[in-house]
């Protein structure tokens, strides 16, 4: 099962869980995959950048995208950015011969020129062979490299694995229609455009013809139903839904605590046993918790499934 | 009259309305302070970074100052960053000399050290002389300095005249609350916090002990009603009408494409006769003016104030 | 006397005199004009990024500009680097109605692509003027900005105004011999290349095709010498002298410092009366003073123009 | 044999030897391991930013550092610079496992304030382990990141197993001097400083009171030659010796292709085989070899060491 320009749907970008002493908690990756299945993912991706991946080592990350591969009925895409290209090929033939469906690579921050980031696309695609879809991470806000959609086309063409681009260039309505524009016009072949910033534009960019998302927020359901919906072509439906959500979207999308929201939700909802991160980390203070909370408390107005577990599920499940 | 740390409210920050042809829309200016002044707006601020001040000559922007100077009747701040110092006390003299209240400063990108950055406002605090009220702009998602709430407490003890910080750090709630820490400590003279980022975390910003707004955001009503909902303790009736208007809150916060926004409703709302801006200037596109129509009558419903004005009323008034 | 392609020698940059008081040193500017012909200088650039312009107001930049032009017998190029079009455009026109034989223009620093980098410089040719001849100035080290050959040959083809380039890109002699191979093969007409740096490839850079320095080393008579017997094909004399002020060239390199060395030097060879910066500035300390007199002790050994007045020579003359 | 804070004299970073197909050149490590100790280098530095760290495997990295360790009777120090701290443990451990003095680590690329710099050391030296002697890497213009002397003092006084600055701040004398100024007024405990910057400074770095070098030039017996007579107190020959490698020096500073260059002339030394990098290399052009060999040509009526063999001759050695 590999990944081609035809996926669509949610793929959800999955953090670490780990307990309060910072070792891995096996047991909620289990129950997270089966929640993310549930909630009618279309894939899943790890060791991203909200998988807390360097704080792992080789053989944690391996055995962790290993477990969730097992477990998964749908593809698991894994993060595969590494300083070197040594590293990278190794991972990824690691990653894939433990059966992932394709392998995500983000930009390195010292790119500038148009040709330096197509230079080394073409090189990370032959560095991790042609035979492994990969995915490109377009990011600018964390990574500066600024990716025109003239870049882009370039990578696309000139690389037959590249199937894949995950969009967080921010704005990027306008980006993903001159995309689809190049397709309509002949000079670019077909690929799959996932959005991710945390879903905070999901609700135009699959009118813009964006696939669907490929992110993390502590709502997946959510996000299903944005694509579902639009794509039925349930406009209001799709907004409704969407804007009931979007104060939370927003505030798990600040930079640095954003991972800490998510995974305090995901232990609220009784999916993690704890919203630990492995060191160093940022610990949400008392009154973002409250503030979590008052959120979370006007989401359950509108949508049921907010209606949070009691403390500890988890951990009794 | 002059701001000082108790300023409080919502300071709007002013676009500068242009005509088709690149020239200055006078009319326009006039309508749109006594807009704001009918919003409830405490201040208004020309000359930021929303205000395609680059764009003008030094002649045009003083007129444009002065101008809304004279028709405001609540204090007018004027943005004076500027490449040296000369410029900056050039500029800073003038706009004082036509009855501004204070001026802002933003910090030049090349600075990156704590001790830098403190030195910057040190000499530009003495550029623009002791006497001169003047606003710290903390954005670092644009200027790429990061100031840390040890790096403003410095830059406001050491300097009398510092009397506001115009917060737009990301994410900053966090931040507020240290530095309100650091005047419950002791540490650290009151200061006025008003907050930027087109009011996207507005809501808690505010209940976290930030004194007001300072953005531009296209219905400058909501960011009164928020400050005055909060204030009187009605959280739940500040976060109804904030979330009302979220999603175009979020549209507008799209960098590049934020000002054709807000300029297009402002001129949907009859306050500007155009929406043009001076070169060099990215327009919407057809879809991005439908995305920016169907957001506003989704306000409408619960918003009556979001009723438009029918196309080409400015002109007509 | 309008610069143009064929532009060939040393362009001296000139840095600004002062007094010690922060007042513009007019003796000094036209005791510098002076020196730099008797040097043999081919042209003078003024306002550039060791100009100080930054802490010149508006009129005071234009009467330094308008006092080295009267001076001048040689073309004089005056850098118009602005946050906007409308400060450059201004500045431009008044420079050229005083004399200026043409203008430079440096890239600001947010620009990351091709087409940013490009589009920029469109927009800057119509903004001053397609009358008005510019330069280039590509120097990524202080502004991040990468310009490959090939977008160096877009600006080129697309403005007929462009006719020079400042080179400081480091390493850059590749992009030298890459930008002569494009005239070679016809894809890019032919400019003036005049290389900064404070000339510390110079001997390097010249034997690859560049037309001279564009550069303010504080011995501008070496660089002088080097453009020429270079040209005269006297190679080991070319690096003979070259190699014998590396050190201090190497020296007078160092950000942040390197204008205060410059400075230093030239009034103690009797050029200015002070070597003084407007404030903010950094001084030398005691014992980099002591290794610029040893730096200048050596030099003295080879070349007998590194004689230097007595103190006070400049003030009495 | 673990480094100290008592370290002197030059430590050379040494290239990681490939043959011409990619793998690695084990005779060349040993014959270059060889040539340091003949010239009188106290100790060497392996995967710097100048060893091709990133393109190899970690078992290729480990094997290479315990190569060079087991051949070595000078202290070791291996670059551990990893994007997360799991990796940095797990391989400081295994090389000081295999006999390394200590390791090297630079500071991730994002870190902004003082606060980040100091939490971002306090938290690698924990993840080492607090008996593992670790150098800071101070490398700006590379890293982007800036630290202030009082920083640096922070770093060392909270973390006793930092023993080592690596000194390539550019500029970079005044701060070795307000570096041994704080160890003079108590308020820094002693640490060993090593410059880098491929020894471009190096004449006045050892009088301004550096213990010596940390750097990769191509002749190093001319770094310790430096270091020796200043010691020595022969400030004229340290200069003459200094200066006659200086444009060399100056050379092999271009970014991007000084290893290149520094392999080229190791191989024209007969130390290595071959210059070859791994892939993705950067080739030296026909014209810069050319300048190689004409900048070597000068070198060696002034320094007889600089006679090369004749090619080919590493290969029968």
């Avoid at 894994?78 to 469906?101: E, K």
């Avoid at 959609?149 to 894949?164: D, Y």
């Avoid at 349930?234 to 907004?239: K, Y």
């Avoid at 492995?278 to 973002?288: E, G």
Wanted: net charge neutral; aromatic share 6%.
């Amino acid at each position: 099962m590999r990944i081609d320009s035809s996926a669509r749907g949610v793929y959800v970008i999955a953090p670490t869980p780990f307990l309060a002493d910072g070792s891995v908690d096996v047991p909620s990756i289990d129950r997270m995959v089966d929640f993310y299945l549930e909630c009618g993912a279309t894939g899943i991706t790890v060791m991203g950048q909200m998988g807390e991946a360097p704080k792992l080592d080789e053989q944690e990350a391996v055995e962790i995208a290993s477990r969730v591969i097992r477990r998964s009925t749908v593809p698991v895409i894994v993060g595969v950015s590494a300083p070197g290209f040594a590293a990278m090929r190794s991972l990824s033939r690691t990653v894939m011969n433990a059966g992932a469906a394709g392998v995500m690579i983000a930009p390195p921050v010292q790119l500038r020129t148009d040709d330096q980031i197509v230079t080394y696309y073409r090189q990370a695609a032959e560095a991790i062979g042609a035979d492994v879809p990969f995915v490109i991470q377009d990011y600018p806000l964390t990574f500066t490299v600024v990716m025109t959609p003239g870049v882009i086309r370039r990578i696309v063409n000139e690389n037959g694995s590249c199937v894949m681009l995950k969009h967080e260039d921010w704005p990027g309505l306008e980006k993903i229609s001159t995309l689809r524009g190049f397709e309509h016009d002949g000079s670019m072949r077909h690929i799959s455009i996932l959005c991710g910033n945390g879903g905070l534009f999901l609700d135009f960019e699959v009118e813009r013809g964006a696939d669907g998302a490929m992110t993390g927020y502590c709502f997946p359901e959510m996000l299903v139903d944005v694509v579902r919906l639009t794509a039925a072509g349930q406009r209001d439906a799709a907004h409704e839904i969407f804007n009931a959500h979007l104060p939370l979207v927003r505030y798990e999308q600040q930079a640095g605590i954003g991972l800490a929201v998510r995974k305090y939700v995901m232990m609220r909802r009784g999916i993690l046993s704890s919203d630990a991160q492995r060191k160093p980390a940022v610990a949400l203070s008392a009154q973002a918790k409250e503030e979590v909370e008052y959120l979370l408390s006007r989401i359950a107005r509108v949508d049921k499934r907010a209606g949070l577990a009691p403390l500890g599920a988890a951990t009794k499940a």
